[in-house]
């Protein structure tokens, strides 16, 4: 697992798939939730057991969400897109330090993490790219951010 700060409270990064990864966030990063953007299927095939890592992080007092979107499915992320930044913005202004991953973190998750920045923290989209790409190694899905933003605007749906 590896991860990087993007907001003094907004960490991304890959997934966590052990008790001590999710011990090494709460203890190292001071995470207080975690937003899984994992399918089933990213599940079954890293072999991760989801109700063991629900209850290691239930032990360590980390509030779970879960979005699950399509890893390389645009369409599936453009849509899901506005929900997974709702959500973040939601955990974020309730004062969490928020772990924000998907598989390899380096899609999915920033993809999520430089929409927010733009919908809900008013950045530039090219600042937010920028700043996200310079604080992790990436590979973020500009175009389905224009998309979703065409959609529904800067704004996060509550």
């Not at 203890?27 to 079954?44: C, E, I, K, P, Y």
Request: charged letters at 20%; glycine letters at 6%.
């Amino acid at each position: 697992m590896d991860y990087h700060l993007i907001l003094p409270k907004l960490y991304v990064g890959s997934y966590p798939g052990r008790a001590d990864d999710i011990k090494l966030l709460k203890q190292q990063a001071g995470v207080t939730a975690v937003l899984n953007l994992q399918t089933d299927d990213d599940m079954r095939h890293f072999k991760l057991d989801w109700d063991s890592l629900l209850g290691h992080y239930r032990n360590s007092a980390i509030d779970v969400r879960r979005v699950p979107v399509r890893d390389f499915d645009p369409d599936d992320l453009e849509v899901k897109l506005p929900g997974c930044v709702s959500m973040l913005n939601e955990l974020m202004q309730s004062s969490q330090t928020v772990y924000l991953h998907c598989s390899a973190g380096t899609g999915r998750s920033p993809t999520v993490a430089i929409a927010y920045l733009f919908w809900c923290c008013d950045w530039d989209l090219d600042r937010a790219i920028t700043h996200v790409t310079q604080c992790r190694p990436c590979s973020p899905s500009i175009e389905v951010i224009s998309l979703a933003t065409a959609r529904v605007g800067r704004v996060a749906p509550t």
